[in-house]
């Protein structure tokens, strides 16, 4: 191993989760093939190559490993993983772990640019990546990347397609001989996955992950969500690589012994069509995705088969959208409050619309074999008292080992004794209920006066004629900022910005949080991790500026 991972967890308490059996105190590998022996044909993967099984699936990540250790990947070492959502994801993320290895998946869409900043500091030995990818050459640009990349020595390139010069072709490996392969065994509290995350610092953010907190405290979510402790069948609307995707290989698979049903590339036509087809139990997802999967059945009166539960988070879930799915669902929507940083909190199967509240978001009852949850004064991190405002920290079995290459990061975002700052701003109620009302760092700042983007735009998605909105800062000369409100319509007719201030009077938001910029637009943004893009929206209302339109005009543009 070379960059150093350490655990900022008291080591007595990991101990203590594993012989109360919190955590299973098994490597990753070692849980996915006690399942596979279990039960031998189980389908383990649906994806647009149709079914693979468990053992099927584990023959591959066996050969994958042979010859992944014959490249000299060892145990400890970090690989990155670009790569979309289909069993070659699964297969890298299996043969990693069965190598003791250290996973350091990114999606598919993020540039050479960000590629080069994660591996670098990661000090990543290789990364996999697809030959070509909806017209991105991912393999060739990380190939070109490797002159400034001292650790890296392999890029391994996925077909179809012919591997660049200089890589290693992805089909030679899997035609390794896996008769001799002997897994390694790695310390469950040991790393085995880096999650990024952009969150509010200039590089992404990467986190690693034992095994115990992936198989432990991420499965400990999933296990709350399976009423009947039935083998799950999910369909992830978010890319694998990404910290909700987390929740895919190690826990559906390794945990669970699921299905994990998978879609290339999202769109609500596919997303919809993997529904019907293959009657998940589970669907997860950001709201963004779910509001466009209803867009397409607007008026069609289609009942889709039920799943247990639409498990949303990523972004907040307003009312209007967690109805609507439940009745075209037919099930439970599940509010999911959670980060890469180390936390979780959802609403559970209790009611099948998650509650509100006017303060802010409900994000359910902290789940100790998860997650404990405090809130703590932001300067002195001392508890608060129940009813008061405060930083959400977090602590618990899902915690993560540390910030990757980031020293900088462990003293901002955790305290002494191991527990992760979120940054988000809550407060538990007498039923010890988690309600989280905005962000410390997202706050647009109007000449002096603090507006909360997350306030604002829960009020707005109230009114009928939004579909979805974001709301983010603008640079303004006078005012130092504006708030501008980038609107997805309802139908037909865009409302003005007039429109929506008359509504949020009317909802008792004071005159000084009303958005003064408006940008309509066809569907919101998302990143390559699934998540609406907010600088995305920013460039675009700048660009809006820079077109010659007066800083102090209402900007609307048709997107």
Known sequence: MTVALNDLLPAELRRSWVVDGTCPGLDLYSLFRARQIADLHRTAVLDAKG??????????????????????IREGDVVGVQLPNNRNAVIADLALAALGAVALPF?????????????????????????????SSHAADLLALSPRLPFLRDVVAVGPGTAPEGAVPW?????????????????????????VSSGSEAEPKMIAYSHNALAGGRGNFLASLVPDGRPPRCLFLVPLASAFGSNGTAVTLARHGGTLVLLDHFTPEAALAAVREHEPTHVLG???AVRMMLERLDGAGERLPSPTALVLGGA?????????????????????????????????????????????????????????????????HEPLPDGEIGEIVSRGPMTPLCYVGAPDLDARYRTPDGWVRTGDLGRLDADGVLHVVGRLKDIVIRGGANIS??????????????RDVLCVGVPDPLMG??????????????????????HLTARGLERRKHPERLLVVGELPLTPAGKPDRAALRERLAGSSRAGVPEDAPLTQAG
């Open 171 to 195: 089909a030679d490996l899997l035609r390794s001989d896996p008769g001799g392969f002997v897994p390694a065994r790695p310390d469950p509290d040991s790393a085995v996955r880096i999650l």
């Open 107 to 135: 999606p598919v869409g993020r540039g050479p640019k960000e590629a080069e900043s994660l591996l670098g500091r990661a000090e990543a030995v290789a990364v996999i990546a697809p030959v070509d990818h909806r017209g």
């Open 481 to 502: 900022e504006r708030l501008a409100a980038c609107v997805v319509a309802r139908g037909p007719q865009a409302p003005t910005l007039d429109v929506l201030g008359d």
């Open 286 to 288: 950001v709201p963004t």
């Open 316 to 380: 907040p879930l307003d009312e209007i959208t967690a109805r609507a799915a439940a009745e075209v669902f037919g099930c439970p929507v599940v509010n999911l409050y959670g980060s890469a940083d180390g936390v979780n909190c959802h609403t559970g199967l209790g009611s099948t619309v998650p509650p509100t509240s006017a303060s802010g978001i409900v994000a359910g009852r902290p789940d100790p074999r998860v997650a404990e949850i405090r809130i703590a004064a932001p300067v002195t």
């Open 51 to 72: 079914k693979l099984c468990y053992t099927a699936l584990d023959r591959k990540v066996r050969c994958l490993a042979t010859g992944l250790r014959d490249l000299g």
């Open 453 to 466: 983007p997350a306030e604002v735009e829960r009020e707005l998605r109230s009114h009928p004629q939004v």
